[in-house]
Each structure stands twice: as structure tokens, then as C-alpha cells.
């Protein structure tokens, strides 16, 4: 008897469990406050938009797309650009630099954000790709990754690969480009950079990562630690984690401590600064001193020996300074009218513009047109004179439509 009692229990038991059951299926579902979606990227870090001031169209927008069209023009099938090249006899034998490349690789970016055509963004990640093989990375022998080019990592090469990646987040608003995450390439561009640093200030410019690695004390490029700087500063903006704008306050601090130059890179550097965050006195008092000393070490005439690329780097940091100090409220205007100068010096070199009345077949003149060739002297085009060109010359319509707001 009490085994029976057992078993109805049991059976009781499941029987209203399964009523249970079938009366739940039959209910109205419960009420649940739904999970707030955050849209995050593989990196873990926010998804930004690029901030872009809007150029207007007119003749030097129109020489920048000209620009563009010459380095699509002259582009290989595997990605490469055309380095160099001598507008009279077409010879092309250079030892080309692969960090100038790179640097050209990103002006293809500022021709599709100022053009809104995908070809030239389309270019640019055919160029980014191949020069994508020369990025090395090692965790046992160094920290990050770096731009292996002639025997050697220098930080110039990860600081123009930043901007290059920069630059086209800036065009497309995308860290995606086939299998690559740009955004966790440039952050380890930049702990690069950061390894590189001195502790007293100041960066060692050139790393050899063969075999646990060794800096190089004695090699120095005058341009790399401005280049090193605007880098940290646009991993800043893209990220938006302030490790990295604390990086670039570190490093400026000692810079501006150092000789003044025709540093157009730290021009670049003062006027994010002011976008971003903001500039101190000091900062302000060394813009114009770089400005200062950019326009009394220009030769203002279209002499023959005079070259356009250096008067390009000039367009690009006075256009660069103008920004920073009219977002600090400074005293902006007296550029102006030098940066027209040095712009009216560039185009006389732009083909079709010829100021040296060079002896050019039709045949050069559709292969070369938009390219921007030095001098009189050295009638040839080079890769870094045309993207000086298309980045000052976009920096300077920035500028102005600042001025228009």
C-alpha cells in the first residue's frame, strides 16, 4: 500500500507540472527591456566619424583633382606609384624612397575626400596593399609594428603609414579594407612610435629589428619628429583614448623647447591641437615663429633653380599654422596673403603650367599633365612634390572655408 501511495504522488506530481507547462506555452510572453546596442569595433574602441571641413569648387580644387589624376595615371597594376620621373627624356632611374610612397599613398586619400570619387580612394588602397608587405611586426624583438624599408625601421615610415590610414578614414569614414583592421594597424604604429621615444625627449629616428633589435643614436631626419608627432595626434582622434593625445603633449612640450625649423609636419600637429583640445602661449608664440621663419627664407621669384617642391611643404605649413591659430583666436591673417604667393609659385609648375618654357612634345603633356615638376634645372616630377601639393593646397581651402563660417 504505501508503494501505491508513493507512485500517485508521483504521477500527480508530473501531471501538474505538465499543466504548468501547457498553461506557460499558452501565455502572453513576459515583458523584457531589451539590451542597448553599442556599436564597437574588433578593437574594442568606439566607432568615430571623421570630422571634414567641406572645400568649395574652383580652380585649385580643380588643380588638386589634377594632381590625382596624375598619380592614378602613373600608377602600376601591383599597386605602386610612380616615384620619379623626367618630363623631357621620360627617365625614370631613381633610388626611391618608400616613405615619400607612402606619404604619396595618402594624398590619394585627400584627392577622394575633396573629389568625393572613389577612384582615387579605389588607388589609394590599391598603393596602401602594396606597401602593406614592407610592415613587420615582432613582439619578442620590439613593441608594435613598423615600415621596414633599406635595411632598417625608420619612424618616419610609421608615422606616414598613420597618416596614410588616417587619410583614408578621413575619405571613406571605414578602418576596413579587405582582411585589414587600419585602426589596430595604426595603433601599433604608434606604440611604435611611443617605444621610440628618448627619456630625456626627443625620439630615436631609425630601429634595425633584426636579432632583439637596436636603435640607431646617430641617424636623424630633421622632419620625422613632427611627422611622429601629428601621427600620435590623429591615433588620438580616431580612437579617441587620451593615452595617446597625452603621448603627443609629452612629446611637443620638448619640441618646442628645440630651434625653430620649416617645420610644415608640426604645423599640421599645432592645428589639430587646436581642433582637439587646445593650444597653450607657448604653442601659439612657436606657430609664428615657424611661420615667421618660413617666409623670410623664401626666394619670392619664379627663378629658374627655385623648386616647387620645397615652396609645396611651404604652402602646406603656413595653410597648416593659419588654422591654428584662427581656431586659438590668434592673430591669423597676416598669411594670407603669402600663401598666395607661394600657391601662384606651385601652379606655374603644374602642367599644362610651364613657366620655363620647356621644349614638351603633346605626348608628354597628356602623359604628364596635373604632375608638378621641380625646376628649370631639374625638369623632373617626383612623387613627394605632387602630395606637398594636393595636401597644402587642400589644407590652405580648409582654411578659408574656416574663415567663411
Not at 262 to 268: F, M, Q
Not at 272 to 298: C, H, P, V, W
Not at 340 to 361: E, K
Not at 384 to 405: P, R, T
Request: hydrophobic content about 40%; glycine content about 6%.
Amino acid at each position: 500500500m504505501p508503494r501505491k501511495i508513493v507512485f500517485i504522488i508521483v504521477l500527480l506530481a508530473v501531471l501538474a507540472g505538465a499543466a504548468f507547462f501547457l498553461t506557460r506555452q499558452n501565455a502572453a510572453p513576459a515583458e523584457i527591456s531589451p539590451t542597448p546596442f553599442v556599436e564597437t569595433s574588433p578593437t574594442l574602441v568606439p566607432v568615430r566619424k571623421p570630422e571634414v571641413v567641406p572645400i568649395e569648387d574652383g580652380p585649385l580644387k580643380d588643380a588638386i583633382l589634377a594632381a590625382g589624376d596624375y598619380l592614378v595615371r602613373q600608377q602600376l597594376t601591383n599597386g605602386e606609384l610612380s616615384y620619379q620621373v623626367n618630363i623631357l627624356n621620360h627617365d625614370r632611374s631613381s633610388t626611391p624612397s618608400d616613405i615619400r610612397l607612402m606619404a604619396g599613398t595618402g594624398s590619394l586619400y585627400t584627392v577622394c575626400r575633396v573629389s568625393g570619387d572613389a577612384k582615387y580612394c579605389e588607388a589609394g588602397d590599391r598603393a596602401l596593399d602594396h606597401y602593406f608587405e614592407m610592415l613587420v611586426s615582432d613582439p619578442e624583438s620590439f613593441k608594435g609594428t613598423c615600415l621596414y624599408t633599406n635595411g632598417g625601421c625608420p619612424l618616419g615610415g610609421a608615422a606616414l603609414t598613420v597618416d596614410a590610414i588616417y587619410k583614408r578614414w578621413q575619405a571613406t569614414g571605414s578602418f576596413f579594407m579587405d582582411e585589414h583592421n587600419l585602426l589596430d594597424t595604426a595603433m601599433n604604429l604608434g606604440y611604435f612610435i611611443v617605444s621610440m621615444r628618448k627619456p630625456e625627449g626627443g625620439f630615436y629616428h631609425s630601429f634595425d629589428p633584426h636579432f632583439a633589435g637596436t636603435v640607431d643614436p646617430n641617424y636623424f631626419v630633421i622632419y620625422f619628429p613632427g611627422e611622429s608627432l601629428y601621427a600620435l595626434l590623429q591615433i588620438y582622434e580616431m580612437t579617441g583614448n587620451t593615452f595617446w593625445l597625452e603621448q603627443a603633449h609629452e612629446v611637443n612640450e620638448f619640441m618646442v623647447t628645440q630651434p625653430v625649423t620649416e617645420d610644415h609636419w608640426h604645423g599640421y600637429a599645432f592645428a589639430m591641437f587646436a581642433r582637439l583640445d587646445a593650444l597653450e602661449k607657448s604653442d601659439i608664440d612657436y606657430a609664428n615663429q615657424i611661420a615667421d621663419t618660413i617666409i623670410a627664407g623664401q626666394v619670392r621669384s619664379l627663378h629658374p633653380a627655385n623648386t616647387s617642391i620645397s615652396t609645396a611643404t611651404k604652402v602646406e605649413a603656413l595653410s597648416a599654422l593659419a588654422q591654428a591659430l584662427l581656431l586659438s583666436d590668434a592673430e591669423h591673417e597676416r598669411l594670407d596673403r603669402d600663401i598666395r604667393t607661394f600657391i601662384t609659385f606651385v601652379l606655374a609648375r603644374q602642367l599644362p603650367g610651364d613657366n620655363c618654357n620647356l621644349d614638351l612634345s603633346q605626348d608628354a603633356l597628356l602623359r604628364y599633365t596635373g604632375g608638378v615638376f621641380s625646376s628649370c634645372e631639374d625638369p623632373t616630377i617626383r612623387v613627394d612634390g605632387v602630395q606637398h601639393w594636393v595636401n597644402g593646397v587642400a589644407a590652405f581651402l580648409e582654411y578659408q572655408s574656416m574663415m567663411d563660417k
